[in-house]
């Protein structure tokens, strides 16, 4: 794979691996290979081939992100799948930058946009966008998603990390905001990257500035320093 950048990854039930990366959607099974891009003909517009972020669905399709929107790919007929076939022409999933993509416990499959947090509803065919925080017109773009062991679902954005409890879920109010974490003053930490979680039900997450933990229940707010030869400093998430 030296000629093809790999940006995520996932295994399938066959044990197969499926690679997003620059060049198109590579299937591996540990001795052979085979990219599949979307090609430009009556079906697509434009041929795309650089895909961010991939998640295999319970039913076995494939979900990809791109700067493109969202594309489907059935591995049992090898063709990729337009986002409006299934849910509806020219909607916004099939034409704005995807960043991420998570299948809850629920069967729920959740978008991390440019342009915000959208729930997908593969069974009734249904998309319902997520607000995060306070009503605004300046759109949050989101960067990574994570489940956690307790049914929390934890959403890494542009102004930071949002937290959904479990105790919300499924979330059938949308209406109700997800509720911002703090950040450590002075630092460019706002923007969350990478997400995590660890056997104790620690958060980590990854941010411009560095590494950062919430322990818990969020009773404690740490800055790793890597490199440094610390072990954190703790904050008040208060």
Not at 145 to 156: A, I, K, P, R, Y
Not at 194 to 211: C, I, Q, R, V
Request: glycine share 10%.
């Amino acid at each position: 794979f030296s000629l093809n950048p790999v940006t995520a990854f996932a295994q399938d039930a066959f044990g197969r691996m499926w690679l997003a990366s620059r060049t198109g959607l590579i299937r591996y099974d540990g001795l052979h290979q085979k990219k599949f891009v979307v090609r430009a003909n009556h079906d697509f517009q434009r041929e795309v081939n650089d895909f961010s972020n991939v998640v295999i669905l319970r039913n076995g399709h494939i979900w990809l992100a791109s700067g493109r929107g969202v594309f489907i790919f059935d591995p049992q007929t090898d063709r990729f799948q337009k986002f409006s076939a299934w849910y509806g022409a020219d909607h916004v999933l099939q034409r704005v930058a995807v960043h991420s993509l998570l299948e809850d416990a629920a069967g729920y499959v959740w978008v991390g946009t440019r342009l915000g947090l959208f729930r997908c509803d593969p069974t009734r065919k249904v998309v319902t966008e997520v607000p995060l925080g306070p009503a605004s017109n300046t759109p949050i773009s989101v960067s990574s998603l994570l489940q956690s062991e307790s049914g929390d679902l934890w959403v890494g954005a542009e102004p930071g990390l949002f937290h959904l409890p479990a105790a919300q879920w499924p979330p059938r109010v949308i209406s109700k905001r997800i509720r911002a974490l703090p950040r450590v003053p002075g630092k460019d930490n706002g923007r969350v990257l990478a997400l995590a979680e660890s056997s104790d039900g620690t958060l980590w997450y990854g941010t411009p500035a560095g590494l950062f933990t919430i322990s818990p229940g969020g009773g404690e707010f740490t800055e790793h320093r890597l490199g440094e030869g610390t072990h954190g400093e703790n904050h008040d998430p208060s």
